[in-house]
Antibody, heavy 117, light 110 residues
Framework: DVQLVESGGGLVQPGGSLRLSCAVSGFTVSNNYMAWVRQAPGKGLEWVSVIYSGGNTYYAASVKDRFTITSDDSKNTLYLQMDSLRAEDTAVYYC???????????WGQGNLVTVSS | QSALTQPASVSGSPGQSITISCTGSSSDVGSYNFVSWYQQHPGKAPKLLIYEVTRRPSGVSDRFSGSKSGNTASLTISGIQAEDEADYHCCSYAGYSTVVFGGGTKLTVL
């Protein structure tokens, strides 16, 4: 069975940092394209970042130079390091597998990040 | 890139068919047959319904179908049921390893 289990969310002040984790079982993270997608309260989904199996990374303009996506092969885990957080980054963050760069077929349960003073 | 445009809400009675539109541009929907649709119930993660415009993953009811014309993709749900009440999101590849989503559509089953 495939499972993506997220952790690391919470309340952080503006300008602060937070690291999200996504522990994967059922497939190998390093052999797949993995992504982070977020959803602000009451809003639609927003693509945040993707990491390719070869290590290349891409970011939405809204988070570029503030967020960093990485993976750890030994732990089969995906990460999102979020720095210089802003109120508009408040959202539920989902990790997901980006199958063949076409669709997101497996999703984590979601992790709420709240940026507020 | 700009979000794809979806109606904020649609509604229908049980047994009816409804269609949700998703309008993009020549840079995303119009250029790639990489449109996907997701169903999301409150407090839950999105679930893949349609990929590559028209294809259904195994286990998804054939009441769900997708299509595309020009810069607009559509999701049709035939014979809607109470359990179909949820939010629906469209998504398109937008080139240069980026993805764009729509704003989401809330389906109410009357």
């Amino acid at each position: 069975d495939v499972q993506l289990v997220e952790s690391g969310g919470g309340l952080v002040q503006p300008g602060g940092s937070l690291r999200l984790s996504c522990a994967v079982s059922g497939f190998t993270v390093s052999n797949n394209y993995m992504a982070w997608v977020r959803q602000a309260p009451g809003k639609g989904l927003e693509w945040v970042s993707v990491i390719y199996s070869g290590g290349n990374t891409y970011y939405a303009a809204s988070v570029k130079d503030r967020f960093t996506i990485t993976s750890d092969d030994s732990k089969n885990t995906l990460y999102l390091q979020m720095d210089s957080l802003r109120a508009e980054d408040t959202a539920v963050y989902y990790c997901a597998r980006w199958a063949t760069m076409i669709y997101f077929d497996y999703w984590g349960q979601g992790n709420l990040v709240t940026v507020s003073s | 890139q700009s979000a794809l445009t979806q109606p904020a809400s649609v509604s229908g009675s049980p047994g009816q068919s409804i269609t949700i539109s998703c309008t993009g541009s020549s840079s995303d929907v119009g250029s790639y047959n990489f449109v996907s649709w997701y169903q999301q119930h409150p407090g839950k993660a999105p679930k893949l319904l349609i990929y590559e415009v028209t294809r259904r993953p195994s286990g998804v009811s054939d009441r769900f179908s997708g299509s595309k014309s020009g810069n607009t993709a559509s999701l049709t749900i035939s014979g809607i049921q109470a359990e179909d009440e949820a939010d629906y999101h469209c998504c398109s590849y937008a080139g240069y390893s980026t993805v764009v989503f729509g704003g989401g559509t809330k389906l109410t089953v009357l």
